[in-house]
């Protein structure tokens, strides 16, 4: 049997694997790049997910293995992952900034976690490949900074006049913080918060991010409304603690996006234990017919590094916390993946933006 005989029946025998979920077969997508035969009969091809931080791989891998090796003369697979994120095209149509999608951080009340959350989320998606920026939208309150250990730094201006967002944990990172006297506090209007927003997407020289994760302040006021009129949100995060009355409040956040038609990834339950008890977030998100994408456990560590400025993702990512965070990543990165790639969001080609 020649080479392309079996280049055909490996193609053939791959369209039966399904990407579990996307629901559709990985050839009908495109994944399957690459593709030879050599002459021991090992299949070599390139596998192009949807995220570096897919969740699914070590399945879809195991799926191909079998696939393949049932064609006859087939030996062996050999695959080299690659990952093409895909692209919320109203993101570069409104503000010309090549980044692929923006998540939202939110929670209806402060004293959750959930600066805490984005920070680490966004670290554990860097770590799995992806181009990450981690932008502090709590103008009034920025706590960025601190937990990512740069002070209060000024940031460089690059030769076009914007700001160079500082670099972290394999982040781009940008805060008020950078910019505000900390021992100074900033009383300002809606229309300033609005402007203060919408200048860090337009003149900070951010590069190409695959993700941009924004910390937003706590409840549901200005700054949560400036940043859905300033760009087209791939989707938001709500942030909650267990217990009912973080809960009350987790409900009026998540009631706030779904009036601006932002779509909701998920819901997270953050400092899950003995103290505030377990399950709330889960309840929360089944009841609402929302994604309920895990908790994180109430652990000091996760405290301590904040304060310290070492996210535990990056320290002790194989602690309790550190797995649940990287858990977290994964699922988000599917999330968004789904969201746009099910058609839900438009999108463009990739190279436009390159």
Not at 275 to 289: D, H, I, K, Q, V
Not at 297 to 316: E, F, N, S, T
Not at 328 to 338: G, K, T
Request: proline share 7%.
């Amino acid at each position: 049997m020649s080479n392309e005989q079996l280049h055909d029946r490996v193609m053939k025998a791959l369209s039966t694997v399904m990407e579990p979920e996307l629901h559709r077969d990985l050839v009908t997508l495109n994944m399957i790049r690459d593709l030879t035969v050599d002459e021991a009969g090992v299949a070599h091809m390139r596998v192009m997910l949807t995220t570096p931080a897919c969740p699914l791989k070590d399945v879809m891998g195991r799926d191909i293995q079998a696939a393949a090796t049932r064609v006859p003369g087939i030996s062996g697979v050999q695959i080299k992952w690659d990952s093409n994120v895909p692209t919320d095209g109203r993101i570069f149509g409104q503000i010309q900034t090549p980044i692929r999608s923006v998540i939202a951080v939110s929670s209806g009340k402060g004293g959750v976690g959930k600066s805490t959350v984005a920070v680490n989320l966004a670290v554990a998606l860097a770590q799995s490949g992806a181009r990450v920026g981690l932008m502090d939208a709590d103008i009034l309150g920025p706590n960025i900074p601190k937990m990512v250990g740069l002070g209060y730094a000024q940031p460089p201006i690059s030769p076009n006049k914007k700001l160079i967002p500082f670099e972290v944990f394999g982040l781009k990172v940008m805060s008020m913080g950078f910019l505000a006297d900390p021992n100074t506090p900033m009383i300002w209007r809606g229309p300033m918060l609005h402007g203060a927003i919408r200048q860090f997407f337009t003149d900070v020289d951010w590069g190409e991010l695959d993700y941009m994760v924004v910390d937003l302040p706590p409840g549901t006021g200005d700054a949560q409304l400036s940043l859905a009129q300033s760009v087209p949100l791939t989707g938001a995060i709500i942030v909650t603690q267990p217990q009912s009355v973080a809960i009350d409040d987790a409900r009026r956040g998540l009631a706030m996006f779904e009036k601006l038609n932002v779509p909701i990834l998920g819901v997270i339950e953050n400092m899950a234990g003995d103290l505030f008890g377990e399950g709330g977030g889960e309840t929360f998100a089944n009841e609402r017919g929302v994604p309920f994408l895990g908790r994180v456990p109430l652990v000091a560590g996760v405290r301590i590094g904040g304060d310290q400025g070492h996210p535990i993702v990056a320290d002790d990512p194989d602690s309790l916390a550190g797995q649940a965070f990287r858990t977290l990543a994964e699922m988000v990165a599917a999330r968004i993946s789904v969201t746009l790639l099910a058609g839900q969001q438009s999108t463009i080609p990739l190279n436009v933006i390159r």
